[in-house]
């Protein structure tokens, strides 16, 4: 009789470990409860924000039980650049170690001299650092240090950044991305970040060569799908193989910009995914205080899912950008949205719905293929990044100010 407890104490021991191996990864950066997209605990964001919704986040904490990521894995940002000194980026920023610091020599013979830490495409010169705050707060999203008790978590633990500097907030030229394109595609990285939303431009050849070869080249490229709220992709994002990214709030819903703070979302057949894009709280440069923001816009939705490709490449470096577009696609909740918009299957308000990096770490094989996109007339302004504070100093373009008086952050 006595024996017989051993098995079945056995069996308990087993099925408690395995309760344990599923068990979420819980980051120990400090300020990690108020990044809803990545654990959404319907708790209040802020005033007049879209009201928070238990579960409306991309499942990271499962996610991250399955991978957070790999050093290996290189995600090229072209935008404002980075400011990489601070504290939360320590050990983030991609370094090209085939060049010698400071010696005026181009020792990796890449073109460009001392380019130690990426390149600034605007100036032309090798430092990438951020005057705008854009591009500061995409790199945030994508892959703040985390885990190391200190503000933000990114979505990838462990991806290199490579800033590539290629404007200037609204005023960035698109053949200063062309060449940072080619940059990425040069110094081997395998996403391209593109947080930029622009349905008027035309596009120059040079540009769409750059995009192609980067995908050829086995490069993953997100781009945002533009700030209007209107049927109109931006041309970047409905380029050929480009992952088309559209924004939802805390309540995940499509980003309509009907509260204060929130910034429309643009919609159509060629959208891929929607991601977390109102109210994300991201790295901040307008002051000495970094972690007192939030900021909204289809650019803050791009890295969310850039991070995401990250995780599945070092999952498996060896998936294409086609095959790293079906499984998001896949592997999107749908029917989680407005129900007017958000209908059974794929529509243009959300496309396959809102990426989950769970479900899409989970889904080894059962890729399926997407059917063809249709083209867009385009028209309409760049994008821009609505920036603001918690207690309602405007920052930064799009919204008027108001207050948030119960989105406080505090260091423990
Ligand atoms: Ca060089
Ligand atoms: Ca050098
Ligand atoms: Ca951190
Ligand atoms: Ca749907």
Known sequence: MIRTKHPIRSVCAAAISLLQLVQARVPNDSLFQYQWPLKNTGGQLCQGCTVNKVGADMHMEQAWDITTGDSSIIVAILDTGCKWRLPDFAGRIWINKGEIAGNGIDDDGNGFVDDVRGWDFHDN??????????????????????????G???????????????????????????????????????????????????LSTEYKDAVAAAIQAGIVVVAGSANDGVEKISVIAQLPGVIAVGSTGPDDRRAKGLNPGSVPSNYGDRLDLVAPGDYIPVLDISSAEPYNQMASGTSMATPHVAGVVALLLAQDPRRTPAQIRDILCSSADDLVGDPLEDTPGRDKYYGCGRVNAYRALSQVGGIRPLPPSLRQKLNGPIEALNLFTVDGRRVMKSVPAYGIKSFTFTEP
């Open 125 to 150: 010169d090798n430092d990438p650092d951020d005057i705008d705050g854009h591009g500061t707060s995409v790199a945030s999203v994508i892959g703040s240090a985390t885990n190391d008790k200190l």
């Open 152 to 202: 933000f978590a990114g979505v990838d633990w462990k991806c290199k950044l490579m800033i590539l500097r290629d404007g200037q907030g609204d005023n960035g030229l698109l053949n200063n991305s062309a060449k940072a394109i080619r940059y990425a595609i040069k110094m081997k990285a395998r996403i391209i970040n593109i947080s930029r939303g622009d349905t008027g431009a035309v």
